[in-house]
């Protein structure tokens, strides 16, 4: 059986879409760089759950630099038929302070892949990780697919919406197959220390204040990495249709219940059975009032159903957090 690609796979979802693929007795090259944007021991005990697993190979690859690229996909894109490009720079705030590692990482990284694509004779689809953060600050909601997305308020969702624009070009002019996917505020065990609810369980455990903005009322469409993983793969099993001007789809992955932080905190104190020190700030730079995912064509074409509710997916989390931080 010829081998997926999945690049990011120490990172959150590619760990997680790796194991799917596995569990369903797939073979899986998986390939990141590990670098240190958050505590590279997460991504290698992410890894030590795949290494081992019939089917899997690791090698640590950054998608920025071509040459390695070329020298780590050489042997496989003969005979590639999938590849799940999910590897980037991930955090809206960080991206104003550090603007060049989004350039590299997201811009420059998309193309390498795009590129790499192209080489592989026997591909039949590449999907690859948009984000939420491409609709900008709308006041429209639910986020819909043919919504305006050329406002962004952060340098990492220019980013992704240009990795849109690149797949759809790439897709037109080489008639390569391509789903992107539109994530929206992925949570669950083995998550992302700089998101909010990762660090709002960290320091309620530990008795330190936690910092929310605007009074608590920004909302986020928060969705729990299980029914994220269950799209992904829906929509790998799913290349767009022959035909048309070009072989590419956009799709929102979310869960179309948004949620307050407010209510985020009081699930996280729930689970943990403590009350939180709050402390409130003004939104910062690159933060959006509220997102909202319509995922009606999700639903209608990819058959994506999320089931999670946020306190059963924040339970979930605290007890792997509990047991992970020894806490």
């Known amino acids: 059986m010829p081998e997926i690609i999945v690049t990011g796979a120490a990172g959150f979802i590619g760990s997680f879409v790796a194991t799917a693929l596995l569990d369903r007795g797939q073979q ?25 697993r019939n089917g899997f190979r690791f090698r640590q690859v950054d998608i920025a630099d071509e040459a390695a690229l070329k020298s780590g996909l050489e042997d496989v894109l003969p005979e590639a ?54 609709y900008g600050a709308s ?21 992704k919406r240009a990795d849109e624009l690149l797949s759809i070009s790439y897709s037109r002019i080489f008639w390569l197959p391509q789903t992107g996917l539109r994530f929206f ?6 998550g992302r220390p700089d998101m909010a609810y990762y660090k709002f369980t960290k320091a309620i455990l530990e008795g330190q204040p936690i910092e929310t903005y605007a ?13 994220i993983v269950a799209g992904v ?7 767009p249709p022959v035909g048309g001007e070009e072989p590419h789809r956009l799709f929102n992955l979310g869960n179309d219940s948004p ?28 933060d959006v009032p509220k997102t909202w995912a319509d995922i009606s064509a999700s639903r209608q074409e990819l058959g994506y159903s999320p089931t999670v509710k946020l306190e059963e997916g924040i339970r979930h989390f605290v007890a792997w957090y509990r047991e992970y931080a020894k806490v």
């Open 139 to 159: 006041k429209k909601v639910p986020f819909a697919l043919d919504d305006a997305a050329d406002h962004p308020v952060s340098l990492y969702a220019a980013t």
């Open 259 to 286: 949620e307050s932080v407010n209510a985020l905190v009081t699930a996280i104190e729930a689970a943990c059975g403590r009350k939180a020190q709050r402390i409130d700030q003004p939104m910062p730079l690159g």
């Open 28 to 52: 899986v090259l998986g390939i990141d760089s590990l670098n240190a944007y958050y505590d590279p021991a997460l991504k290698k005990a992410r890894l030590q759950r795949l290494e081992g």
């Open 81 to 134: 038929h999938h590849i799940i490009h999910l590897a980037a720079q991930a955090g809206v705030r960080y991206s104003i302070q550090q603007p060049e590692d989004y350039v590299r990482a997201n811009l420059n990284g998309h193309f390498n892949m795009l590129q790499m694509a192209r080489q592989a004779p026997k591909l039949e689809h590449l999907v690859y990780a948009s984000s939420s953060s491409v």
């Open 185 to 190: 505020t992925v949570y669950g065990p083995w």
């Open 215 to 227: 009074g608590g009322a920004l909302q986020r469409d928060f969705t729990y990495i299980d029914d």
């Open 233 to 239: 793969l829906a929509a790998l099993d799913r290349p």
